[in-house]
C-alpha cells in the first residue's frame, strides 16, 4: 500500500502543519502576517538544501525556485502552494496525528473526545481503508489546506533534482502568502513566476482536475448611526446596530446562503459583523458562477440596503463592492492545453479524470485571469476549514504522481 514518496510526504505535512501560518483579512501588510515568512523561510531553505536554483523570498511573501529543465526548448510549467492557513478555525498549536493503516471506524482525537471522524461524516474514507490518515488533535484546523500542497510540490521538486535522468523541462515552484484572504496573487507574481502555464496544488478528491472556480466579490456595509447618551436618547439616537439587524433580517434566509445552496448555486454570505450604537460594519463574500449572476446579489444587497436606509434618513448606510477573482474558465476554455495535459497524467497513474466547479477559488483562479493559465489539481484534502479536516498519505502520493507526469508530458 505504501508508495516511494509516503514517508517523505508524512513527515513534511507534519513538520509544516504544526508551524502556525493563519493570514489575516483585518491587516493591510503583504503577507498579512509576519507568522507566515516563518513557512517561508523554512521553504526557503530547504529548497536551497535540496538544490534548486534561483531560490528566494519576494518583498511580498511569496518564495520562488526553479528546478532546471533536462530537456531543451519545453515550456516552463508553474507549480504552485500556499502557505497561509484559514483564519475561519483555531490555528494555533496544531499536534498532527497520524493514524496508521485506517480500519474504516471511527477515528477520535486526544483534545477533543466529543469528535468523531467515520465515513458517514466524510464519505471519501470509506475509499482509503488501509491508508495512513493525518488528522490534527480536535481543537484546531490541520492545515493540509495548503500544506499537503506545499509538501507535494516539496516532494516532487526533490524527487527532480535528485534523480537527473528524468526528462522534464524548467519546474517554477511559488508558494505564495494571502490565499485564504484573497490576496495570494500579487500583481507582480506572473512575471516573477515567468511560466508558460501553471497548477495551483489546492484541490480535494483524488483524480480532481479544476478549471471552473467561483467569480468573487467582497463587500462591506458600513452604518452610521446617531450617538447620544442613552439616558437622554429620546427622539436623538440611532442605533446602528438595529440598522444593522435589520439588513440582515430583510436579505435572504433560506435562499442565496451558503448553508442552503449547493452544486452550482452561489450566494451572499455575511460572515462578520463589528460595531456599536454609533457605527456598525457588516462583511460579505458574494460568489456565483456567472458574472450576471455575481452582480445580481451585488445589487441584492445594495437594494436592502437603501430600502433599510429609507426608514431611517437621520442615518447613513454606504454599501462598497470589490472585486475579488474571477471564473478561470473564462480564459481556461479558450485553450485547454493545461487542463488536457493534467487529465491524460491523471489517467497514466491509474485514475480517471475528474472536473467538477470549485465552489471556492485558488491562486489559479487570480493568476489565470493575469495570463497565466492555472488549472487546479487534487492533493486529497478533506473536511477542510475545521476540527475534522485529514488527508490520507497515499492520496498525496498519488498527486506526487501526476505531477511528475504533468511534468514528463509537457516535455514533449
Known amino acids: 500500500m505504501r508508495t516511494a514518496f509516503d514517508t517523505e510526504l508524512e513527515q513534511r505535512l507534519v513538520r509544516y502543519a ?6 489575516d483579512e483585518s491587516s493591510s501588510t503583504s503577507p498579512s502576517t509576519a507568522i507566515q515568512l516563518d513557512m517561508a523561510r523554512l521553504l ?29 526548448g519545453a515550456p516552463t510549467v508553474g507549480l504552485l502552494a500556499h502557505v ?20 474504516g471506524g471511527d477515528i477520535t482525537f486526544a483534545d477533543a473526545p466529543q469528535l468523531k471522524l467515520s465515513p458517514d461524516v466524510s ?11 493525518i488528522t490534527a488533535s480536535g481543537t484546531t484546523l490541520l492545515g493540509a489546506d495548503d500544506k499537503a500542497g506545499v509538501a507535494i510540490v ?20 511559488a508558494f505564495t502568502p494571502d490565499e485564504e484572504i484573497g490576496r495570494g496573487v500579487d500583481a507582480r507574481l506572473p512575471a516573477d513566476l515567468g511560466a508558460d502555464f501553471a497548477y495551483t496544488l489546492d484541490g480535494a478528491l483524488p483524480g480532481e482536475i479544476e478549471y ?11 452604518v452610521t ?67 450576471d449572476g455575481l452582480a445580481a446579489k451585488g445589487a441584492l444587497l445594495r437594494q436592502v440596503c437603501d430600502t433599510i436606509a429609507a426608514t431611517e434618513p437621520r442615518a447613513q448606510i454606504a454599501v462598497s463592492i470589490r472585486p475579488q477573482y474571477r471564473n478561470m ?22 485514475m480517471e479524470p475528474v472536473s467538477v466547479p470549485i465552489r471556492g477559488g485558488t491562486d489559479g483562479s487570480r493568476l489565470t485571469e493575469m495570463g497565466v493559465p492555472c488549472p487546479n489539481v487534487f492533493t486529497g484534502m478533506q473536511e477542510i476549514h475545521g476540527p475534522l479536516e485529514w488527508i490520507s498519505v497515499q492520496d498525496m502520493a498519488r498527486a506526487v504522481s501526476v505531477c511528475l507526469k504533468i511534468v514528463e508530458r509537457a516535455a514533449g
Open 329 to 350: 474558465r473564462y480564459w481556461l476554455e479558450k485553450d485547454m492545453t493545461p487542463v488536457e495535459l493534467a487529465r491524460a497524467a491523471v489517467r497514466d497513474v491509474g
Open 154 to 173: 516539496m516532494t516532487l521538486a526533490r524527487h527532480l533534482l535528485s534523480t537527473p535522468g528524468l526528462k522534464h523541462g524548467p519546474l517554477r515552484i
Open 123 to 133: 464519505a471519501h474514507l470509506a475509499e482509503v481503508v488501509g491508508h495512513d490518515i
Open 18 to 23: 504544526a508551524i502556525d501560518s493563519q493570514s
Open 84 to 103: 497561509d492557513t484559514a483564519p475561519q478555525f483555531n490555528a494555533t498549536g496544531v499536534k498532527p496525528v497520524v493514524h496508521r493503516a485506517y480500519n
Open 212 to 222: 471552473e472556480s467561483f467569480s468573487a466579490d467582497g463587500a462591506e456595509v458600513v
Open 44 to 72: 526557503e531553505r530547504e529548497l536551497t538544501e535540496i538544490g534548486a536554483q534561483d531560490v528566494r523570498i519576494t518583498d511580498y511573501g511569496a518564495v520562488l525556485a526553479t528546478v532546471p529543465g533536462t530537456v531543451a
Open 225 to 291: 448611526g446617531v450617538s447620544a447618551h442613552p439616558g437622554w436618547a429620546k427622539g436623538k439616537m440611532v442605533n446602528a446596530l438595529h440598522l444593522a439587524a435589520k439588513i440582515v433580517d430583510t436579505l435572504p434566509q433560506t435562499t442565496n446562503v451558503p448553508e442552503m445552496v449547493d452544486g452550482r448555486e452561489g450566494f451572499l454570505h455575511l460572515y462578520a459583523i463589528t460595531g456599536t450604537a454609533a457605527e456598525a460594519r457588516l462583511k460579505f463574500i458574494l460568489r456565483d458562477f456567472e458574472l
